[in-house]
């Protein structure tokens, strides 16, 4: 519990045996300045791994939910299909990339009033190799249509994020892919919700990425982001066309 909020961790993993034990036994060991846990539940989604992944997590501390399907967003959503109640919920990814400790930056963010933190590794401190050229251009890219089409200044679309319980509702995610954490940044820009970005450092993962560590995987997460980019915008323009003319 985080001043008062109980805290939700969601980890999708995919092949992640070698770190997933690491980062749950880091959330696990956040404490408040009473000595109490911060993470009230880690919850991880075993994304359909041929390795041992579901069982090193569960024996680190772990809920684990099987999720066959591949894609980032619908691992993210089964995992959120059996969260306890809470006010805050955590997303980090599974393979050691960030440092644990600076969780908290993202949950004062939330009590201090925001709808949805992110963690920026632009602002950040990388590690060399972290973040591969591929991966910034992308990120750049992302968030340089963010801010010509909706004029909202961000900088990254880091997955290392926390967010209002009560406003990850209101946002109804749909994405399965890639695209889930670009579709709950807009749709909290569209909706008027306050964001925040917060400095994040960014260490050398463990084990090959599943997005930057193929040209297969990089593509096929770069349109994933580019077409929800592209919905969003086309939903938006309709929606504001209803209205003109329901009006006129």
């Known amino acids: 519990m985080y001043r ?12 992640e045996q070698l770190a997933i034990g690491k980062v749950v036994q880091q959330l696990n060991s956040l404490k408040n300045a009473n000595g109490l846990k911060i993470i009230d539940d880690v919850i991880v989604c075993d994304n359909g791994s041929n390795d041992n992944t ?10 684990v939910i099987q999720q066959a ?20 919920i955590l997303f980090v990814d599974g393979d050691d990339s960030c440092f644990i ?31 591969t050229s591929i991966q910034k251009f992308g990120n750049a890219l992302a968030a340089f249509l963010i801010r010509r089409l909706w004029h909202y ?5 880091g997955p290392f994020r926390a967010i209002k319980t009560s406003t990850l509702k209101k946002l109804d995610m749909q994405d399965q892919t890639f695209g889930w954490t670009v579709e709950m940044q807009i749709k909290a820009i569209q909706l008027g919700f306050k ?3 917060y ?21 096929k997460a770069g349109f994933s982001i580019l077409t929800m980019i592209a919905k ?12 003109a003319l329901e009006d006129s």
């Open 101 to 131: 400790e600076q969780t908290t930056s993202l949950l004062a963010g939330i009590v201090n009033g925001d709808n949805l933190a992110i963690g920026s590794r632009v602002k950040g401190n990388v590690e060399k190799g972290a973040l």
């Open 69 to 88: 399907t591949p894609g980032y967003g619908i691992a993210c959503l089964t995992a959120l299909s059996i969260v306890k109640p809470c006010e805050i």
């Open 199 to 219: 400095p994040v450092d960014s260490k050398v993962r463990i084990g090959q990425s599943k997005i930057s560590g193929t040209i297969k995987g990089s593509i």
């Open 54 to 63: 579901a069982q090193v997590a569960e024996q680190s501390g772990a809920r």
């Open 153 to 157: 200044d961000i900088t990254d679309l």
């Open 232 to 243: 969003l915008r086309l939903m938006q323009r309709k929606t504001l066309a209803k209205f």
């Open 195 to 197: 964001i925040s970005e």
């Open 4 to 15: 008062g909020r109980r805290v939700s961790a969601v980890i999708p993993a995919l092949n």
